[in-house]
């Protein structure tokens, strides 16, 4: 059985750095896409980052310059770097581990902005 953890969440704010972790156990990275997504307060889950495991990555525009996703294979662990956070970015983060016909979802990890 797969199964994600993520952590790092935490009250930041604006302008601090924050790194996420997602651990999977039950599978191995390689041969997969890893992906970062958010869900705000009232809004709907929004693909954050992604990274082919030993391949390309990519980032939305939203966080293009400050959010960095990479990952571990050793450690079967994808990260997402977070870099001058702004109050926008507050949200639960989800990771999110997919092949081509099957994915799976951590439990999500809460990122507070405020000053």
């Known amino acids: 059985q797969v199964h994600l953890v993520e952590s790092g969440g935490g009250s930041v704010q604006p302008g601090w750095s924050l790194r996420l972790s997602c651990t999977a156990s039950?599978?191995?990275?390689?041969?997969?896409?890893a992906s970062w997504y958010r869900q705000g307060p009232g809004r709907e889950r929004d693909l954050v980052a992604s990274i082919s495991i030993g391949g390309p990555s990519s980032v939305e525009d939203s966080v293009k310059g400050r959010f960095t996703i990479s990952e571990d294979s050793a450690k079967n662990t994808v990260y997402l770097e977070m870099n001058n956070v702004k109050p926008e970015d507050a949200a639960v983060y989800y990771c999110?581990?997919?092949?081509?016909?099957?994915?799976?979802w951590g439990q999500g990890t809460r990122v507070t902005v405020s000053s």
């Open positions: 999110n581990i997919a092949t081509w016909n099957s994915q799976y």
């Open positions: 039950g599978t191995v990275l390689r041969g997969k896409t």
